[in-house]
Antibody
Framework: EMKLLESGGGLVQPGGSLRLSCVGS????????ISWVRQAPGQGLEWVSA????????EYTDSVKGRFIISRDNSKNVVFLEMTSLRAEDTAIYYCAKGRTTTARPAPFDSWGQGTLVTVSS | EIVMTQSPATLSVSPGDVATLSCRASQSVISNLAWYQQKPGQAPRLLFF???IRATGIPARFSASGSGTDFILTITSLQSEDFAIYYC??????????FGQGTKLEMK
């Protein structure tokens, strides 16, 4: 069974930093792209960032470019999201999600973690 | 960026009836369209990809169709566990992947 488990969320002040982790199991981790998708309280889903299986290609939504960095360590089956210069509008549940295919092409997300809550507030 | 628009925002349907949810893309996504179901306090679950291909374990009462810019999710014989929020997502043109704002399917 494919599983993803996020950790690292919490309360942080505006301008602060946080690192989220996403550990995968039940599949060949290095073969699949992983995305971070966030959901602000009571709102819809917003894709944040993605990294392909090899880790050589990363993408970001415009609002986090220059502030967030996605990376992965395939030897430990983990993807990270390093978040800096956090703003109130970054407050959300952050989900990691696995791409459905092993190609580098865009793909829907067939497995999601349970999410980790990031709250940016003074 | 491709904008995804779902309608209606809220749909009230009685158990046992049929629900029809719509999703429109601001430009063609061909068939690169997925549907997700999200229940309160849970992560989204993939229902369909490729516009009409049912994901593993999704009951046959769920069906999806469409191509280009207009897509439909249909749920027949609605059961209590089907009341949730449904999102469409395009993966034709990224970054960014984009989601619709969601349709809340509520019990009438």
């Amino acid at each position: 069974e494919m599983k993803l488990l996020e950790s690292g969320g919490g309360l942080v002040q505006p301008g602060g930093s946080l690192r989220l982790s996403c550990v995968g199991s039940g599949f060949t981790f290095s073969a699949y792209g992983i995305s971070w998708v966030r959901q602000a309280p009571g709102q819809g889903l917003e894709w944040v960032s993605a990294i392909i299986g090899s880790g050589t290609v990363t993408e970001y939504t415009d609002s986090v470019k220059g502030r967030f960095i996605i990376s992965r360590d395939n030897s430990k089956n983990v993807v990270f999201l390093e978040m800096t210069s956090l703003r109130a509008e970054d407050t959300a549940i952050y989900y990691c999600a696995k791409g459905r295919t092993t190609t580098a092409r865009p793909a829907p997300f067939d497995s999601w973690g349970q999410g980790t809550l990031v709250t940016v507030s003074s | 960026e491709i904008v995804m628009t779902q309608s209606p925002a809220t749909l009230s349907v009685s158990p046992g009836d049929v629900a029809t949810l719509s999703c429109r893309a601001s430009q063609s996504v061909i068939s690169n369209l997925a549907w997700y179901q999200q229940k309160p306090g849970q992560a989204p679950r993939l229902l369909f990809f490729g516009a009409s291909i049912r994901a593993t374990g999704i009951p046959a009462r769920f069906s999806a169709s469409g191509s280009g810019t207009d897509f439909i999710l249909t749920i027949t014989s609605l059961q209590s566990e089907d009341f949730a929020i449904y999102y469409c997502q395009q993966y034709a043109n990224w970054p960014p992947y984009t989601f619709g704002q969601g349709t809340k399917l509520e019990m009438k």
